[in-house]
């Protein structure tokens, strides 16, 4: 019912930056918080940084000043940009979003992950 479709991972050398994206589509009504996650190899996911449908942000301390979420709410679509890249943000990072169906019924979906690695 509802698919969501992310890109922008890659390699990319430390300091550098990487912009993601995650694109939802289906039978929506509407949007609510969008978010990204992270998994690191051998770690928990954990949040990275989440944006509610008015535009108020939240990060994760490790990437405060240097990772900015945005949201095109007519695209239904949730950005990551991420600048002044760490070896230690490498991992699979996910988007999550809280969407409300035509149906009335609210649920949390999952993109299918994209690989950010950073190395020299």
């Known amino acids: 019912q509802v698919q969501l479709v992310e890109s922008g991972g890659g390699l990319v050398q430390p300091g550098g930056s990487l912009r993601l994206s995650c694109a939802a589509s289906g039978s929506i009504f509407s949007i609510d918080d969008m978010a990204w996650y992270r998994q690191a190899p051998g770690k928990e996911r954990e949040l990275v940084a989440s944006?509610?449908?008015?535009?108020?942000?939240n990060y994760q301390d490790s990437v405060l000043g240097r990772f900015t979420i945005s949201r095109d709410n007519a695209k239904r679509t949730v950005y990551l940009q991420m600048n002044s890249l760490k070896p230690e943000d490498t991992a699979v990072y996910y988007c999550?979003?809280?969407?409300?169906?035509?149906?009335?019924?609210?649920?949390?979906?999952w993109g299918q992950g994209t690989q950010v690695t950073v190395s020299s």
């Open positions: 944006i509610t449908n008015g535009g108020s942000t």
């Open positions: 999550n979003v809280e969407a409300i169906l035509f149906n009335g019924r609210r649920y949390r979906y």
